[in-house]
């Protein structure tokens, strides 16, 4: 070895590796990415390493973690520079991405993320923080209970929330008669920059009133002058192992502390309202729109939604891989079957292709290069499946219609989450609902009764008319889980029958 990725060593890499095609000395900040992990490094960081390359100087990206300092640990000796290894079953091309130009860590140093936020050269902050972080009640509304808000509220100028950091620098920014930077969701949220408006203005509020804002609240300012996009986002990053790191200083000559692996398919969608500027990030193939809600849909329907399928009756299946889990037949066929439930309650008359789309989504789960472990993505299922799942057998329920592979997802996840400690690794997987689950799978619940109580722990349709038509699927389904595992829950769905025909 040759030593560490860094900006000394580039010119040491092997011809066939991609470099950064600018100087980066030469390149300025102008975005805050909260949440720098290792999709942000797989996907915004990447289209905008491509614009900086186009001579867009004006948009390197001060990454920050809001919990964890190891992403900073790992990349800032490497001034900011990190492999992506794009994978298929082909084969791989390693390019190194330089749009991060600092690494900052929140709680180690709130003040240097709040000054960075605060730099009248910043025009757009980004964020992929999980849906967990946004802090939600079971209502949707702000969860202002919250240890993190209750803090947040009480020492402004120390936050610890993306809320507070947002919050604080807007004020400072409006104090100091810089514009306002744009605020750009790239999380899996339902109408995402919609929702973390709401959900900012709900805590500016709060804390106009603890602050005594007097005639020119926070709230309002954020509510009317600050601009919140919606966006959608797609692409496959499986978490970075030590084979991988291996593997990759193997092919570089060269350490690289935390290379990240992705597919060669990425998507963004994002609606086009900018007022402080952007990037031309569509000259490399994101699709600016004037409403993304279609895209959306149709991505966290079928991407997203078959994404959890798979995890939750791999898990329950023996499966450790998406790959793995999507060539068993069984699998296989229920995806064609959940699919074809989806695809009616998307917007019709929004031109959606979704027999390509399908297809595509096909294709990229069958990808043996990835190894996108299912345990990675069954985290938080209770935050992930309202939108993936159970929206979807909502609708189909509203337009009288069965949501019988639907429904059987959310009965894998609860049994999923029962079987940890048993049949599968106590912690395999985690939920921010991990402490009142144990408790009730602990009771032993008769089925029913334990299907119900986990939608009102979770709030799963909560207020909705179809509500217990929809446990009463689930609680069916957990009943086969019980006395037959999944092959009894597939065969009970016909699972070996033919696969249906996908809607146009």
């Not at 040491?12 to 000395?25: G, M, S």
């Not at 084979?243 to 998507?267: H, K, N, Y």
């Not at 008769?446 to 299907?451: E, H, K």
Request: aromatic share 6%; net charge negative.
């Amino acid at each position: 070895m040759n030593g560490r990725l860094s900006n000394a060593t580039l010119a040491e890499l092997q011809a066939e590796v991609l470099v950064p095609r600018y100087d980066r000395k030469s390149v300025a900040p102008g975005i805050v990415h909260l949440g720098v992990g290792a999709f942000h490094r797989a996907h915004q960081a990447a289209y905008v390493d491509a614009c900086l390359a186009d001579g867009e100087s004006d948009w390197g990206i001060i990454g920050v973690s809001l919990r964890s300092p190891d992403t900073r640990d790992a990349l800032a000796p490497q001034d900011g520079l990190y492999t992506l290894a794009i994978r298929d079953s082909a084969g791989e091309q390693l390019q190194v991405i330089g749009s991060i130009q600092s690494l900052l860590v929140a709680p180690e140093d709130p003040g240097a993320v709040l000054t960075a936020l605060t730099d009248p050269r910043i025009r757009i902050v980004t964020l992929t923080i999980t849906e967990k972080a946004y802090l939600r009640a079971a209502d949707g509304t702000l969860d202002s209970a919250h240890p993190e808000i209750v803090h947040d509220l009480a020492n402004p100028v120390s936050p610890k929330t993306a809320h507070g950091f947002l919050a604080e620098s807007l004020a400072r920014r409006r104090a100091a008669g810089t514009p306002p930077f744009t605020v750009l969701c790239c999380d899996n949220l339902p109408a995402n920059g919609a929702t973390l408006h709401r959900l900012l203005v709900e805590f500016a509020k709060l804390r106009d009133v603890q602050t005594g804002s007097g005639d020119r609240p926070l709230a309002g300012h954020i509510a009317d002058e600050v601009a919140f996009p919606s966006s959608m986002v797609d692409r496959i990053v499986p978490a970075t192992t030590d084979a991988d790191r291996a593997r990759i200083a193997g092919e570089l000559s060269i350490d690289d502390a935390w290379p990240v692996m992705t597919e060669p398919f990425r998507q963004w969608v994002i609606e086009d309202r900018f007022p402080a500027g952007r990037p031309a990030w569509e000259k490399f193939g994101v699709t600016m729109v004037e409403d993304v809600g279609p895209f959306e849909d149709m991505k966290l329907r079928l991407l997203n939604g078959a994404h959890s399928g798979i995890a939750y009756l791999g898990l329950l299946s023996g499966h450790a891989t998406v790959d793995r889990a999507f060539a068993d037949p069984s699998i296989r066929q229920f995806v064609d079957w959940l699919w074809a439930e989806a695809i009616p309650t998307l917007p019709q008359q929004a031109g959606l292709d979704t027999s390509a789309y399908t297809a595509e989504l096909a294709e990229r789960f069958s990808n043996t290069a990835l190894a996108h472990r299912t345990a990675q993505i069954a985290n938080d299922g209770s935050q992930k499946l309202p939108q993936r799942i159970v929206a979807s057998a909502l609708a189909r329920l509203e337009a009288g219609l069965l949501p019988e592979h639907l429904s059987l997802v959310v009965a894998a996840w609860i049994a999923a989450c029962a079987a940890r400690g048993s049949s599968l690794p106590d912690g395999h997987f985690t939920d921010p609902l991990d402490a009142a689950l144990g408790d009730l799978f602990g009771r032993n619940l008769p089925t029913a009764t334990l299907a119900e109580a986990v939608f009102d722990l979770a709030g799963f349709a909560k207020g909705h008319a179809e509500r217990q038509r929809l446990i009463e699927f689930v609680a069916t389904h957990l009943v086969h889980f019980k006395q037959g595992g999944p092959t009894l829950a597939f065969a009970a769905l016909g699972i070996g029958s033919e696969p249906p025909r996908l809607a146009e």
